[in-house]
């Protein structure tokens, strides 16, 4: 059985918590590993301050989580969405990790811990919306 349940919430750091809340609330509904869950929270974490950061700066707007969850698959789907400014995160090349820390360019490395970790990321801007998915098996 597929759940679907959304939160829309003020995009800025103080609400970190309740995001994660609410995610692993529906985490613990798919008996997720803690290997995953910490997976899924960091992913999680990365991407909504990356919106409460930049996506409106220096203004506050609001996001919007939506999180399926499948039982039967133990797959989740968590779409982070924001009306800020039109950003696609995957677009930008992965850093070269091979470097040494100060000659890597700053930014970048959340973003491809998050592509790594998951089993998919998606991004599609779509009616005035950016909506980053993450998809994960539990």
Not at 28 to 36: G, M
Not at 41 to 48: H, K, L, P
Not at 75 to 87: E, F, K, N, T, W
Request: glycine fraction near 6%; charge should be negative.
């Amino acid at each position: 059985m597929v759940e679907k349940h959304e939160l829309q919430i003020d995009a800025t750091t103080e609400n970190l918590q309740a995001v994660l809340d609410f995610v692993d609330e529906h985490l613990d509904r798919l008996n997720c590993s803690a290997k995953a869950r910490m997976q899924i929270d960091i992913a999680v974490e990365e991407i909504f301050v990356n919106i409460a950061s930049y996506a409106y700066s220096p203004e506050t707007g609001k996001a919007i989580l939506k999180v399926e969850s499948d039982e039967e698959t133990g797959m989740v789907r968590i779409a982070l969405a924001d009306c800020g400014i039109p950003y696609n995160p995957l677009e930008k090349g992965d850093p070269d990790v091979t470097l040494a820390a100060e000659d890597r360019e700053i930014g970048g490395l959340g973003v491809y811990m998050v592509k790594k970790s998951m089993d998919d990321v998606l991004y599609e801007f779509k009616d005035g919306w950016n909506v980053l998915t993450l998809i994960k098996r539990c």
